[in-house]
């Protein structure tokens, strides 16, 4: 059973930056692709960025060029680095693991609780 813990979530205000972790209990975690999505109240999860199991990495269009996803090396910590944040970005942001690489939220079975990104104006 694959169990993720998201924490680095905050208030930041507009132009500011944060970096959330994913801490990965699984060993096996390498095999998996490893995903980051947001849920904004009263909106639909939304994907945001994703790593597979080689490294090939694909975002959002709404993130691309200010949000950057990574690993540690020994593939147990799962990382979002945010910038230039906007008060769009707010919402919570859930780390999460599948075997399928797809930006769809139900294909992914793993999912942490998530931690809240507030994005100040």
């Known amino acids: 059973q694959v169990q993720l813990v998201e924490s680095g979530g905050g208030l930041v205000q507009a132009g500011g930056s944060l970096r959330l972790s994913c801490a990965v209990s699984?060993?096996?975690?390498?095999?998996?692709?490893m995903g980051w999505f947001r849920q904004a109240p009263g909106k639909d999860r939304e994907f945001v960025s994703r790593?597979?199991?080689?490294?090939?990495?694909y975002y959002a269009d709404s993130v691309k060029g200010r949000f950057t996803i990574s690993q540690n090396s020994a593939k147990t910590t799962l990382y979002l680095q945010m910038n230039n944040l906007n008060p769009e970005d707010t919402a919570v942001y859930y780390c999460?693991?599948?075997?399928?690489?797809?930006?769809?939220?139900?294909?992914?079975?793993?999912w942490g609780q998530g931690t809240q990104v507030t994005v100040s104006s």
């Open positions: 999460s693991a599948g075997s399928k690489l797809s930006t769809i939220a139900t294909t992914y079975p793993y």
């Open positions: 699984e060993r096996t975690v390498s095999t998996y692709v």
């Open positions: 790593i597979s199991r080689i490294g090939q990495i």
